[in-house]
Nanobody, 116 residues
Framework: QVQLVESGGASVQAGGSLRLACSLS????????IGWYRQAPGKERELVAR???????IYEDSVKGRFTISRDDSANTVQLQMDYLQVEDTGTYFC??????????WGQGTQVHVYS
């Protein structure tokens, strides 16, 4: 039973691009803001991008202009297009409801490694 399943992470050179995908259960996605969270090695998990149920998007300053979040409610998926990747973008990426305390247990996440 799908709750939160993230995919698309990889190892990529700085300046490159990746597209992450999140599959969510319909009851989780419907009517909720969904976010992509990043946990860098040795750091706490942080919200980097969110998309409201009606489509408005909000980005953390360090990813503005480089990351694009989108959602497809018919397919129960949320994507994160990441361009001009930087070494500082390295981490494990998770998706969940915003705020996460209202969402289900975290998924496994997908690992992104950006090397110089």
């Amino acid at each position: 039973q799908v709750q939160l399943v993230e995919s698309g992470g990889a190892s990529v050179q700085a300046g490159g691009s990746l597209r992450l995908a999140c599959s969510l259960s319909r009851n989780i996605m419907s009517g909720n803001a969904i976010g992509w969270y990043r946990q860098a090695p040795g750091k706490e998990r942080e919200l980097v991008a969110r998309i409201m149920a009606y489509g408005m998007t909000i980005y953390e300053d360090s990813v503005k202009g480089r990351f694009t979040i989108s959602r497809d409610d018919s397919a129960n998926t949320v994507q994160l297009q990441m361009d001009y990747l930087q070494v500082e973008d390295t981490g494990t990426y998770f998706c969940n409801v915003v705020p996460s305390r209202l969402g289900p247990a975290w998924g496994q996440g997908t690992q992104v490694h950006v090397y110089s």
